[in-house]
Nanobody, 115 residues
């Protein structure tokens, strides 16, 4: 069972930046897609950004131009660089790893953006 461990969340002022990290316990290249999702209390989990094994990226409209997903295959780690943060970005962020027949989530990391 692959484990994903997120880190890098915290408290930041509006307009600031944070970088989230997702460290996998095995090769991330074995997954067709890895990504970041977020979930506010009482709401469905939503896509933030994904990166495929081929390096293709996809972003939610709400974060395009502000967030960047990247990966370090040698370190089995996926990153989410978040710039120009807004109070509405305040939620728990989850890392995800997916391939056919396999879907795993990290424990989540809280991001809080103060106005």
């Amino acid at each position: 069972q692959v484990q994903l461990v997120e880190s890098g969340g915290g408290l930041v002022q509006a307009g600031g930046s944070l970088r989230l990290s997702c460290a996998a316990s095995s090769s991330i290249f074995s997954f067709a897609r890895m990504g970041w999702y977020r979930q506010a209390p009482g709401k469905q989990r939503e896509l933030v950004a994904t990166i495929t094994s081929g390096g293709n990226t996809n972003y939610a409209d709400s974060v395009k131009g502000r967030f960047t997903i990247s990966r370090d295959i040698a370190k089995n780690t996926v990153y989410l660089q978040m710039n120009s943060l807004k109070p509405e970005d305040t939620v728990v962020y989850y890392c995800n790893a997916w391939r056919v027949g396999y879907n795993v989530w990290g424990q989540g990391t809280q991001v809080t953006v103060s106005s």
